[in-house]
């Protein structure tokens, strides 16, 4: 067994076992992606290792680190995202060595890169990863919320107020952020330079604004597909029921096993007055229906603007800790922190 970086031609090899850890519990939904290294593509001088079987030419396990520059404790630090780090659920012998093999060849790389820290987001019943990570020294500094919420019902009845939000197709990226530091400047995490202008040209729908308040969307449905594995009984029995239903009202989608779910994912929220966030929130909904999209996505901490008018929308809450790694002098993060949606 070696640790080499991930190529191109590992590309099939990589989809095939992102398709074997699906994420959930009941619930449970497997990502599929045409390019593997989409993620990795989002950052400067990624780190993509894999840990592969030389006589079998298997892949036994995948980790990466995307270096980012963000503050913390109002200083500019280099840090860097845990991402794509997983072991392959068919490989029967020497987990803990490979996956061992793999953080000590990536510590490396980050030495090299000179990043002061990691990170990452683990969902909280996930406990092999959170023992594995505690481990390695990571400490859980924040709890947040993946609010998810179906489409098919209003969230408010006033058109009126509705009709008078913006929608904006393109962003000036000097005045985005410097509105968004303004709003979130003060956070730990918050990005020290603007996001990469192609990113926000390939996944950002819209700006939705009304007065003061606004939030963007996030679109990755042309390059992700999120499958579904299983569903809870209820909402199986509850599925032709609500089929019926559909010829005569707005009722929620709830898919077959195997279908695909379309979500945009809401991001920046900033609210100026609580009151506008129902018209921006039910714009963003008729554009959703508009686009073929079930369900909304927002990530919040319990602590953030926004997050009990959301929350109460929600059908599904699923919560995810933020595990920090210290690499060096460097403080810890406090909540709530700043989350940038290319690190999904």
Same mark, same amino acid.
């Given at each position: 067994?070696?640790?080499?970086?991930?190529?191109?031609?590992?590309?099939?090899?990589?989809?095939?076992?992102?398709?074997?850890?699906?994420?959930?519990?009941?619930?449970?939904?497997?990502?599929?992606?045409?390019?593997?290294?989409?993620?990795?593509?989002?950052?400067?001088?990624?780190?993509?290792?894999?840990?592969?079987?030389?006589?079998?030419?298997?892949?036994?396990?995948?980790?990466?680190?995307?270096?980012?520059?963000?503050?913390?404790?109002?200083?500019?630090?280099?840090?860097?995202?845990?991402?794509?780090?997983?072991?392959?659920?068919?490989?029967?012998?020497?987990?803990?060595?490979?996956?061992?093999?793999?953080?000590?060849?990536?510590?490396?790389?980050?030495?090299?890169?000179?990043?002061?820290?990691?990170?990452?987001?683990?969902?909280?019943?996930?406990?092999?990863?959170?023992?594995?990570?505690?481990?390695?020294?990571?400490? %859980?500094?924040? *709890?947040?919320?993946? =609010?998810? /919420? $179906?489409?098919?019902?209003?969230?408010? #009845?006033?058109?009126?107020? @509705? !009709?008078?939000?913006?929608?904006?197709?393109?962003?000036?990226?000097?005045?985005?952020?410097?509105?968004?530091?303004?709003?979130?400047?003060?956070?730990?995490?918050?990005?020290?330079?603007?996001?990469?202008?192609?990113?926000?040209?390939?996944?950002?729908?819209?700006?939705?604004?009304?007065?003061?308040?606004?939030?963007?969307?996030?679109?990755?449905? %042309?390059?992700? *597909?999120?499958?579904? =594995?299983? /569903? $809870?009984?209820?909402?199986?029995?509850? #599925?032709?029921?609500?089929? @019926? !239903?559909?010829?005569?009202?707005?009722?929620?989608?709830?898919?077959?096993?195997?279908?695909?779910?379309?979500?945009?994912?809401?991001?920046?929220?900033?609210?100026?007055?609580?009151?506008?966030?129902?018209?921006?929130?039910?714009?963003?909904?008729?554009?959703?229906?508009?686009?073929?999209?079930?369900?909304?996505?927002?990530?919040?901490?319990?602590?953030?603007?926004?997050?009990?008018?959301?929350?109460?929308?929600?059908?599904?809450?699923?919560?995810?800790?933020?595990?920090?790694?210290?690499?060096?002098?460097?403080?810890?993060?406090?909540?709530?922190?700043?989350?940038?949606?290319?690190?999904?």
């Amino acid at each position: 067994m070696h640790v080499r970086a991930a190529v191109p031609e590992d590309n099939a090899k990589l989809i095939a076992i992102e398709q074997l850890t699906p994420q959930g519990d009941q619930i449970k939904l497997v990502s599929e992606r045409k390019d593997y290294f989409i993620r990795a593509k989002k950052f400067e001088e990624p780190i993509l290792l894999v840990a592969e079987d030389e006589n079998q030419q298997d892949i036994l396990g995948i980790m990466g680190v995307g270096p980012v520059t963000v503050r913390l404790g109002g200083e500019a630090v280099r840090g860097g995202l845990i991402f794509d780090w997983r072991s392959n659920p068919l490989a029967q012998t020497g987990l803990p060595r490979h996956m061992l093999r793999l953080w000590q060849a990536v510590k490396k790389e980050i030495e090299r890169q000179d990043l002061k820290f990691i990170f990452g987001y683990v969902k909280e019943d996930n406990e092999r990863s959170i023992g594995v990570l505690q481990k390695f020294g990571a400490k %859980a500094v924040e *709890t947040r919320e993946f =609010l998810t /919420m $179906p489409v098919h019902g209003r969230f408010c #009845r006033d058109r009126t107020g @509705v !009709g008078k939000v913006n929608v904006i197709k393109a962003v000036d990226p000097v005045q985005e952020y410097r509105e968004l530091e303004q709003s979130f400047g003060s956070q730990d995490l918050f990005l020290e330079s603007p996001r990469s202008g192609h990113l926000k040209e390939r996944y950002m729908f819209s700006k939705f604004s009304f007065g003061g308040s606004s939030v963007k969307v996030w679109d990755t449905n %042309a390059d992700y *597909t999120q499958r579904v =594995l299983n /569903m $809870p009984t209820l909402y199986k029995a509850a #599925r032709p029921v609500l089929r @019926v !239903g559909s010829k005569f009202m707005s009722v929620p989608h709830i898919p077959n096993i195997g279908d695909a779910i379309r979500i945009w994912q809401l991001y920046d929220l900033i609210i100026d007055r609580p009151e506008d966030l129902m018209y921006i929130l039910e714009r963003v909904r008729l554009a959703a229906r508009e686009n073929d999209v079930h369900y909304l996505v927002a990530c919040l901490n319990s602590r953030d603007r926004g997050y009990d008018q959301i929350a109460k929308k929600a059908w599904v809450r699923l919560k995810y800790h933020l595990f920090f790694v210290p690499m060096g002098e460097v403080p810890l993060p406090q909540e709530p922190t700043y989350f940038d949606v290319t690190y999904l």
